[in-house]
């Protein structure tokens, strides 16, 4: 696969911003490093003549930007998500450092769509919005003055996606080895851990209206395991027999 084909499976997916110079400068970025693939959930503010000023030479990128109406939307035939985050969760997740997403994503990249999240310019992704995310990615900066403003966010990791195709280019990067089965797209695993938590409700194996973390846990646990299709396909076969057997 040729390094722009490769480019058009990796998108950046911009959550609820409010400023659309934000925006505009994401998709500057993005295009300095080679990426064209922009998704915008719910945008405060856009279209925007100041997400175009701040663009300069990027008003592709922004022209063919994909306005959808949820992350779920937005990630949805992907295999690999990562999101963004500046604080630790009460619940950790597999956490990677800009260098190991790029690397991460310029590898998947080849046998799938890719999806890296940065979350509100204020307050960053949800937690809901993290735990459907397989790494969360943490950029180390100054801990005296830690905020980043979106755009910088968005360079720091492009640049670091750019530096892994190079690096792959050169043999100084390991292809990831294939697989017998396409992974799991992150729609499959939402049906997976809705049928999940249906099923567990139905054995009585938790309670809905007070399920403490044992649904995010079990989130966590399915998300490391990075299924494929026939996996997932396994274990639905496998929870529908269960609930089979309960109504019996």
Same mark, same amino acid.
């Given at each position: 696969?040729?390094?722009?084909? #490769? @480019?058009?499976?990796?998108?950046?997916?911009?959550?609820?911003?409010?400023?659309?110079?934000?925006?505009?400068?994401?998709?500057? +970025?993005?295009?300095?490093?080679? =990426?064209?693939? =922009?998704?915008? $959930?719910? !945008?405060?503010?856009? !279209?925007? /003549? #100041?997400?175009?000023?701040? +663009? +300069?030479?990027?008003?592709?990128?922004?022209?063919?930007?994909?306005? $959808?109406?949820?992350?779920?939307?937005? %990630?949805?035939?992907?295999? =690999?998500?990562?999101?963004?985050?500046?604080?630790?969760?009460?619940?950790?997740? /597999?956490?990677?450092? !800009? #260098?190991?997403?790029?690397?991460? %994503?310029? @590898?998947?990249?080849?046998?799938?769509?890719?999806?890296? =999240?940065?979350? #509100?310019?204020?307050?960053?992704?949800?937690?809901?919005?993290? @735990?459907?995310?397989?790494?969360?990615?943490?950029i180390p900066s100054n801990q005296d003055y830690s905020s980043l403003n979106l755009a910088a966010s968005v360079q720091v990791l492009c640049y670091e996606i750019r530096m892994a195709s190079l690096a792959c280019e050169n043999g100084d990067l390991p292809e990831m080895n294939e697989w017998d089965q396409p992974l799991a797209t992150a729609d499959e695993l939402e049906l997976f851990h809705d049928h999940l938590a249906a099923t567990m409700a139905d054995l009585n194996f938790y309670d809905p209206d007070n399920p403490k973390q044992l649904l995010t846990r079990m989130r966590r646990l399915f998300n490391r395991t990075r299924m494929d299709k026939m996996e997932v396909s396994m274990l639905r076969g496998l929870l529908s027999a269960a609930q089979r057997k309960r109504v019996k």
């Open positions: 696969m040729s390094t722009a084909e #490769r @480019q058009t499976k990796i998108r950046i997916v911009l959550v609820n911003t409010s400023h659309p110079g934000n925006i505009g400068g994401a998709a500057r +970025a993005m295009k300095n490093m080679g =990426l064209a693939e =922009l998704y915008l $959930v719910e !945008p405060r503010e856009y !279209p925007a /003549p #100041r997400a175009v000023w701040r +663009a +300069a030479g990027a008003s592709d990128v922004l022209a063919n930007a994909k306005i $959808v109406g949820s992350v779920d939307e937005a %990630i949805k035939d992907c295999g =690999l998500v990562i999101g963004t985050s500046a604080r630790e969760r009460r619940i950790p997740w /597999p956490l990677i450092n !800009p #260098r190991e997403c790029g690397e991460k %994503i310029w @590898q998947e990249a080849k046998s799938h769509q890719v999806a890296l =999240l940065f979350g #509100r310019e204020d307050r960053g992704l949800t937690n809901s919005e993290l @735990q459907k995310c397989h790494y969360h990615m943490h």
